[in-house]
């Protein structure tokens, strides 16, 4: 006598595969939203304070832009302030969620232009970090900054005044 295996549909085989795939992509989709507010939030820290720091030894900084960090196109000073509005006015916008897509491309262009000005003076893991920001950043600037943002809260809001002016069929 040997034993056999309990006969199943090949539909029923793949029911579980299915449904645990379906769970995992609820939870996902779940996670998306707390998930950008962290990289707005924490990319946001990061230039902002950095956009301080550039503030709280505003001749230094005018040095470094001099003499260290060379940006095509613009002359030092220009840099230096430019360099510092884009740290110090973005992240409020990206850490909001206001203007998501379009602070978030500012905020890349700020870190790319930071990065290609003095990569060559900066060790490989500084050098890293400025990928993860720039990942981070094109993320909400491609996707947008998520349901918790002021974006979406306004995109809500309009639905709503819209939904109440339409007339009934």
């Known amino acids: ?15 579980l595969p299915l449904q645990g795939w379906r769970l995992a992509s609820r939870v996902l989709d779940a996670l998306r939203a707390p998930a950008l507010l962290a990289a707005r939030l924490y990319v946001s820290y990061v230039f902002f304070h950095s956009g301080l720091q550039t503030l709280s030894n505003w001749q230094g900084t005018v040095w470094l ?9 613009l002359p030092p000073l220009a840099a230096a302030l430019v360099g510092s509005a884009g740290e110090l006015l973005l992240p409020p916008f990206v850490a909001l969620g206001l203007g998501g897509r379009f602070a978030a491309t500012g905020l890349f ?61």
């Open 65 to 73: 832009y001099q003499n260290e960090f060379h940006v095509l196109l």
């Open 109 to 169: 262009v700020v870190n790319a232009v930071a990065l290609l000005s003095y990569m060559y003076a900066l060790q490989p893991a500084a050098i890293e970090l400025h990928y993860i920001w720039g990942s981070l950043i094109a993320s909400v600037a491609l996707w947008g900054p998520g349901s918790w943002s002021v974006d979406a809260w306004l995109r809500r809001a309009a639905d709503a005044r819209s939904a109440r002016n339409m007339p009934a069929q």
């Open 1 to 15: 006598m040997s034993a056999s295996l309990p006969r199943h549909p090949p539909s029923a085989l793949l029911r």
